[in-house]
């Protein structure tokens, strides 16, 4: 009943009043601003100088869980640190990119942007496994319509809001638990292992999807006022992330809408306003020559002014479920570490985030308090997790995006079904992580 109640509340402040975007994603990474501000003046961008680009994120992390053991197997994934967990604390270099970007022609018909990768996360090490992968942007977009703007090559899809978001702009290390697990997608080969019904195990062989695939959007805000906008996109893709391996030969299709009420401040993340939206995909994956649904779509808002930044998002999810690491190696000194994924359409996870940040001292010094709820495979009880995780810190911003975070995630998980799981779970512990961002 609660989780109805907060996704109604949601969808009526996503509808009410046409009003809401803290930042238009879509634009923002696939094309060119029209107007540029050259000595004090806005103008008419003509400049199609490439522009070099990227940021580095770098710190440290402390998992305070305890790791059980049994035959040599490592039965508490959740309590070492990803990418590779091996370890429960460390230094980090999570992200190192360098991108690119421009128009080709001063008439900005034609955009482009280019990114790579050299940091050690879920891109280039997903579970310790090498991909060799370090692209993750390559597109072009068409402008040469009006109302319209085609975006072709590979690049975030319309989607998720903390997957949409430019992730050097977060003030939180970690995602929350419900956009990691259900809508950052681990993919598997085709001929991974299969164990009862329609469940599949295997090493990753390619990157996470980063929220990512490679296909065709069709994308516009229209601004109806002079202070309302409206945002809609459409991408097919090919459901294969930042790779081409393994495709199950269907279309990805994504939808998303949002409406967006601006106050008249600020830019990029720190545009002030009112965002509301929702969004949707559907495609198919292939496992063993068999093909399954993968389903997913959520609805939230955002709201930031005057130093205050709100922000709710419910997401459901319906086949092809991630379903945590799994230790194949039997040395109790190694991990060999495999994703496991419960393929069936029946199989359901859903949850949801409330976030709350305030700058005590203006653009400066930032509080942070964010909730997020995720009900994993709840069609089984056996199977069933929940996962309650709060997290609290603080930012530092030397100058826009440049900062240091400070964040402590109070973290719990239970099996409401499962007795012998919920000996396994008690193991959660808490997270500390500690990192900063600097973006040139």
């Known amino acids: 009943m609660q989780t109805n109640k907060i996704i109604l509340s949601l969808v009526s402040v996503a509808l009410l009043g046409g009003a809401l975007q803290a930042k238009d994603w879509l634009y923002g990474a696939g094309t060119e601003p029209s107007m540029i501000k050259v000595d004090g003046k806005k103008v008419v961008n003509h400049d199609n100088t490439p522009h070099f680009w990227g940021f580095l994120q770098v710190g440290y992390q402390q998992d305070y869980g305890d790791v059980f053991i049994k035959n040599g197997v490592n039965k508490t994934p959740f309590s070492m640190l990803t990418p590779d967990l091996n370890s429960q604390s460390g230094f980090e270099v999570n992200r190192a990119r360098l991108a690119v970007r421009g128009m080709v022609d001063k008439a900005n018909t034609l955009d482009y942007f280019f990114m790579t990768e050299f940091g050690e996360d879920g891109i280039t090490a997903p579970a310790g496994h090498t991909t060799g992968n370090h692209l993750t942007d390559a597109s072009i977009t068409y402008r040469g319509i009006p109302h319209l703007n085609v975006r072709m090559g590979q690049f975030k899809y319309p989607g998720s809001e903390e997957g949409l978001r430019a992730v050097f702009a977060s003030e939180y290390r970690n995602f929350t638990k419900v956009t990691n697990e259900l809508t950052l997608e681990r993919f598997l080969p085709n001929n991974a292992v299969k164990s009862g019904t329609d469940t599949y195990t295997a090493a ?20 109806i006022s002079k202070k309302i906008s409206v945002t809609v996109a459409g991408m097919a893709g090919s459901g294969t992330g930042l790779s081409s391996s393994n495709a199950s030969g269907d279309l990805t299709y994504y939808g998303y809408l ?5 106050f008249g401040k600020g830019k990029g993340y720190y545009t002030q306003a009112l965002k509301g939206f929702a969004w949707y995909q559907s495609g198919k994956r292939k496992l063993n020559n068999t093909k399954y649904d993968r389903i997913r779509y959520g609805v939230g808002v955002d709201y930031f002014h005057n130093g205050l930044r709100l922000d709710a998002e419910y997401i459901k999810a ?5 379903n945590g690491a799994k230790d194949a190696d039997l040395d109790p000194y190694n991990g060999d570490w495999q994703y496991q994924i419960l393929a069936g359409k029946n199989n359901v996870s859903d949850g949801y985030y409330l976030n709350a940040q305030y700058y005590v001292i203006p653009k400066k010094v930032e509080l942070l308090a964010r909730y997020d709820y995720l009900d994993r495979l709840s069609n089984d009880a056996g199977l069933e997790r929940e996962f ?3 997290t609290v810190g603080l930012s530092y911003h030397f100058k826009g995006p440049n900062r240091i975070d400070f964040n402590y995630a109070f973290r719990d998980a239970t099996a409401p079904g499962n007795a012998a799981a919920q000996k396994v779970l008690d193991n959660t512990g808490n997270l500390l992580s500690i990192q900063g961002t600097i973006k040139f």
């Open 204 to 223: 990753p062989t390619q990157s996470v999807g980063a929220f990512r695939d490679r296909g065709v959007e069709l994308f516009d805000t229209e601004h």
């Open 258 to 262: 949002a409406s967006e009420y601006s």
């Open 318 to 322: 319906k086949g092809m479920i991630y």
């Open 388 to 390: 309650k995780t709060t």
